[in-house]
């Protein structure tokens, strides 16, 4: 396949296509993953997540340019869930690229749902492998952080960066419970606002650390020390503050990212992760192509007939699968 | 089975513990379900929907108890999947029954993910439909808005409201670009806050309304007049200003999901949603049973090596998930 040969050799045309391939799914799609497949697993993949407003795009763009400022190159995948019908990942691949625009060392991507429910989480997978095989050695994916779409996109990083911002309500702080454990940094950006600190202390309390420590001071368990490794082996996220539009903080965070990858591998963990990541997809993609193959057994007739019976509450949705389920028995054709 | 006949009776108690069993799924939540199955269908289901901070949960219970001014009886699910390893949702029930406590026409569920990705829409619906049968004549369903699961949830509603709060950024305008086609009406609520105006034209803005004919001038299209059903037979859902903790603006609300329903009712749409309902739903369980039945039949040493090869990157998942398939072919047992 020539798109092959093309993405693996750096045109970044091919890498675009290639992409749109992906995107679109069926037959292509699927010989160009397998081809590009075995050429992936290089890369260091980042999810930075967090709310609307937190300024995650911005805290993208930063972190990407210190990358490049240390001769990484960058894939950026930008992940919005909540439009799935307007233009706007289009517009926003124009406004980034304007904004890093010309350096052969970044490709930036943005994705939309098009209105495939459930599947998005395995095509930005997709995306990462392809981008992953054309030899970017650094992966940021950002996705708006409430949901559980965008904790299961969350589940191809590697490295995961909640995003927060200073003088969050006490809703917001509510949900906070739902991403801490996903998250293996934490990024307080727009940090030179008001509350800052206190923000900061809100998330080292809910990882049970004592808030007044701050991060200097080594406690008695594992989780009362300084963020990163700690001697039990567990990860403790450390809280960063970061002024993304001005650049402040954002070689810290990068550093941490690193650190982090460095944990990853070297404990084994990376492993680990690949191989859950694995069973996940697989187990999607068998999901999908296991319905494909039952219903294209199904008369129309049959199958829209039982759905009235649904709809109409003569029958109940979890009666009418089992009688469906046998009609697989004997078909030597699947 | 004893339960059955128990939440036909209007037993609390029972309800409760039928909903718990729906919730941890298997053979019993199955049986429970097809023998409620054919006693549901007659209440109205209405999603609420918004971001974080935006009063959705003050809303509910304002409307809940407009509701019961007029002696209707109310579920409440408040389904929140940020929060899946936290007791959140069991607290959550508590300061909302002591909100509206001691009414035995309502009943209030909490649901957290439990860790099931994918899943919680499908429980949702069950759980709604355990309600249904048990009688509640209006199921209000509350969903934190941002997000593919919650847009997912919000297909089990009749009537979908989209609550938004005065002085959102454009960040934020961005998301409700997401949520402009599921909104069957909009609540801006909080609306005695500065900027309630300006966002609720906004949002006739993004309904290609003209943003400063308010509500009172019709047009000469479908799509610039007063809000509701247009002589074209589409509905165009008005902007109300509600202020929720003090019941403001809450009966117009109520008034204008009956209308919604009414119309649902009147059109045939009502019908066509049902029959939309249970094709996701059945697909839904299909794919998860084949699934399972699927892997049922494979080794888990085959299983294993397979997901090391990927996870080794020496086969793709799409190549496995070709492997696997024909598994499935001899099976007369399946």
Redesign the interface.
């Known amino acids: 396949m020539e798109l092959i040969k093309d993405i693996l050799a750096g045109n970044r045309r091919a890498l675009a296509r290639g992409i749109s391939q992906v995107e679109n799914g069926g037959a292509d799609a699927?010989a160009l993953?397998?081809g590009?497949?075995?050429?992936?697993?290089r890369a260091h993949v980042v999810g930075v997540t967090g709310?609307?407003?937190t300024g995650k795009s911005t805290l993208v763009n930063a972190l990407a340019r210190t990358y490049r400022a240390r001769g990484v190159s960058v894939g950026i995948v930008a992940v919005?869930?909540?439009?799935?019908?307007?233009g706007?990942a289009l517009l926003g691949d124009r406004v980034r690229m304007r904004d890093l625009a010309g350096d052969p060392g970044i490709f930036i991507r943005s994705m939309a749902?098009r209105g495939s429910?459930?599947g998005?989480a395995r095509t930005t997978g997709d995306v990462i492998t392809v981008l992953d095989a054309a030899g970017y050695q650094r992966i940021l994916v950002e996705t708006?952080g409430?949901?559980?779409?965008?904790?299961?996109i969350a589940g191809a990083a590697h490295t995961t960066i909640v995003v927060e911002v200073p003088g969050m309500?006490d809703?917001?702080q509510?949900?906070k419970?739902?991403?801490l454990?996903i998250a293996d940094l934490f990024a307080v950006n727009k940090a030179d606002r008001e509350g800052a600190d206190h923000t900061a202390m809100a998330l080292r309390m809910m990882q049970g650390l004592d808030p007044n420590a701050g991060h200097h001071r080594r406690g008695p368990g594992g989780k009362h020390g300084e963020p990163g490794l700690q001697s039990d082996g567990s990860w403790l996220p450390p809280v960063l503050k970061t002024v993304a539009s001005q650049g402040e903080g954002v070689e810290a965070l990068r550093d941490w990212v690193e650190i982090h990858a460095g944990m990853l591998r070297d404990s084994g963990e990376l492993?680990r992760r690949?191989?859950a990541?694995?069973?996940v997809?697989?187990?999607s993609?068998?999901?999908?192509?296991?319905?494909a193959?039952?219903l294209a057994q199904i008369p129309d007739r049959i199958l829209l007939e039982?759905?009235?019976e649904?709809?109409?509450?003569?029958?109940?949705?979890?009666?009418?699968?089992e009688k469906?389920?046998?009609a697989?028995?004997?078909?030597?054709?699947?």
Not at 310 to 321: E, G
Not at 328 to 334: D, H, T, Y
């Open positions: 699927r993953l397998a590009l497949y075995p050429h992936s697993g709310a609307p407003g919005d869930p909540t439009s799935p019908f307007t706007g749902t429910l459930g998005l708006v409430v949901g559980q779409a965008e904790v299961d309500g809703e917001v509510a949900i419970a739902g991403v454990e492993a690949e191989t990541r694995a069973a997809t697989l187990a993609i068998l999901r999908d192509q296991l319905l193959a039952l039982l759905i009235d649904i709809a109409r509450r003569d029958l109940d949705p979890y009666s009418a699968a469906l389920m046998p697989l028995a004997g078909s030597p054709s699947l």
